[in-house]
């Protein structure tokens, strides 16, 4: 399966989808953590993918979004954004509020 569609059917499949790097019990950088674990306090089920593992799939992710970096989140197939994102609409209640809104939560 090539890296765009490997992407599309990822998102497709999973309504909360974290690409991020490592896992959520053992993430590899910070941004990753925290994003996980916005999640995780929102006790929603999300698939997390674990962009170090495949090097194609790192730089794809990042060519399909046009976002230069990891973590990102989508949310039935909609790309919400990094860690800064996430973190500020967590903290201002919005996520939870859109989470919500999508009957995820």
Known sequence: METK?????LIKENKICLFMKGT?????????MTVSNILKYLNVNFKSI?????????????DYSD???IPQLYIEEE???GCDII???FEKGELKK??????LI
């Open 79 to 81: 790309f919400v954004g």
């Open 98 to 103: 859109v989470l919500a809104e999508k009957k």
């Open 5 to 9: 569609e490997k992407i599309l059917s």
């Open 67 to 69: 976002w230069p970096t």
């Open 24 to 32: 959520p019990d053992n993430p590899q950088c910070g941004f990753s």
């Open 87 to 89: 973190k500020e609409m």
């Open 50 to 62: 674990n962009v170090l593992e495949d090097e194609k799939l790192r730089q794809g992710i990042k």
